[in-house]
């Protein structure tokens, strides 16, 4: 009953024309290589976050203050 509510709701054109600015930004970005580098960069350091924090999370301090 929800997949036939869902599929008979139609997304309204702002939430389509905002998908479309975010695949053209995605394009430049991936067109762009200083740009991609620094995106690239970022989500490096963010798994490196991620990592030190599920280490935390289970109870491995000198691995997230990397000591081990």
Same mark, same amino acid.
Do not use: N, T
């Given at each position: 009953?929800?997949?036939?509510?869902?599929?008979?709701?139609?997304?309204?054109?702002?939430?389509? !024309? *905002?998908?479309?600015?975010? $695949? /053209?930004?995605? %394009?430049?970005?991936? &067109?762009? !290589? *200083?740009?991609?580098?620094? $995106? /690239?960069?970022? %989500?490096?350091?963010? &798994?490196?976050?991620?990592?030190?924090?599920?280490?935390?999370?289970?109870?491995?301090?000198? &691995?997230?203050?990397?000591?081990?």
């Amino acid at each position: 009953m929800l997949e036939q509510a869902k599929s008979e709701m139609k997304r309204d054109e702002w939430d389509i !024309k *905002e998908d479309m600015r975010a $695949v /053209q930004r995605a %394009i430049a970005v991936f &067109k762009d !290589k *200083e740009r991609l580098a620094d $995106v /690239q960069e970022l %989500i490096k350091q963010r &798994k490196e976050e991620q990592a030190s924090l599920d280490s935390v999370a289970e109870g491995d301090l000198q &691995k997230a203050l990397g000591l081990s």
